[in-house]
């Protein structure tokens, strides 16, 4: 798991912040000033910048490293979905309205 490794967390945090300031800046609707954040779509980029940055890593040198680095980004991923769940059943998100695809008009 090194390239999940974090070595600097005032970085991590950091580059954090600025991809959910651009998320929210991008998602903005200015009649409304309401950011609507399509999840896939953000999900979806999200991949394409860990690809590049896998891409052009060890990490991804052999298939097997490939699998590895990926199987450890779904570990981390259903983590910190957890992190958010229980965050969420604690009031925490109150400020983000989920409006689910199959729920719009």
Not at 12 to 27: G, N, P, V, Y
Not at 35 to 47: E, P, T
Not at 70 to 93: H, N, P, R
């Amino acid at each position: 798991m090194p390239m999940l490794e974090v070595k600097d967390k005032d970085y991590e945090e950091k580059i954090t912040k600025a991809l959910m300031d651009a998320i929210t800046r991008e998602s903005l609707d200015p009649a409304t000033n309401t950011s609507v954040m399509l999840s896939g779509d953000i999900v979806s980029a999200c991949i394409t910048v860990i690809s590049l940055m896998a891409g052009t890593s060890k990490v991804s040198s052999t298939p097997r490293l490939t699998r590895e680095f990926a199987d450890d980004c779904a570990k981390e991923v259903k983590k910190k979905i957890a992190l958010v769940k229980d965050y969420q059943s604690k009031g925490g998100l109150d400020i983000i309205k989920v409006v689910h695809a199959d729920e719009r008009h």
